[in-house]
């Protein structure tokens, strides 16, 4: 359900009740059938919580739309750090078989996201964990606090990761939320419609006062 739908009808809602509720003939016409001024403010009341768990919703969306972004640019900074890293210790250690293969550079690199944080880490504890590789690459300019700072971008990575979730989890339940309101508040309308053509038949121009004449 596109966001523009959603607006117009809540817009209708409003404006049938509210003009309901201010307009004291049609409140007359309309009490009879049940629809007193107690049952339009209950009408009022689900009109106002669907738009408020509407906007909630929208606002989470925004949330989810930002953490997503930050998540691709946390992954795009750290992979581009390690790969430059790991393109360069192939260079150096390829006729190096131990090395090259405790720091875990034979094959590609992980495509799923686990497996990829595994290989990232891996790496970067195999290095920072021996003098002797820290001590080749600092001096091709990679030094040991880059290295940290690199692998700092590991970490970033997967708290963005995590953020990304939580934020995914809070649309599904506004979704839910969202769903649940309109629904109570479309069932309200369609009866008080349906009561308003038979309250309304014989004076068709009360009936666009609330917006119903061609509903």
């Known amino acids: 359900m596109s966001s523009r739908s959603i607006a117009n009808r809540l817009e209708s809602v409003r404006l049938a009740v509210t003009n309901a509720l201010a307009e004291s003939e049609l409140l007359a016409a309309l009490a009879p059938f049940g629809y007193d001024e107690a049952r339009l403010q209950e009408g009022k009341g689900l ?8 906007q909630s919703q929208q606002q989470k969306q925004s949330r989810r739309r930002a953490a997503t972004a930050a998540y691709y640019q946390a992954d ?6 390690y790969m430059r890293t790991v393109k360069l210790c192939r260079t150096l250690y390829r006729d190096d078989p131990v090395t090259y293969q405790a720091l875990g550079l034979v094959g590609t690199r992980r495509k799923t996201f686990a497996a990829k944080v595994a290989q990232m880490r891996h790496f970067y504890t195999t290095a920072l964990g021996s003098p002797q590789i820290l001590s080749t690459l600092a001096s091709y300019g990679f030094p040991e606090s880059q290295l940290q700072a690199d692998f700092a971008l590991v970490a970033a990575l997967q708290t963005a990761r995590s953020q990304r979730e939580v934020e995914n989890g809070a649309v599904q339940d506004a979704t839910q939320s969202r769903s649940q309101a309109f629904a109570v508040l479309e069932g309200w309308m369609r009866e008080f419609i349906t009561v308003s053509r038979l309250a309304l038949e014989e004076t068709p121009q009360r009936l666009e006062m609330l917006g119903l004449a061609d509903s």
């Open 76 to 81: 795009g900074v750290a992979t581009r750090a």
């Open 47 to 54: 009109y106002e919580n669907a738009l408020a768990v509407w």
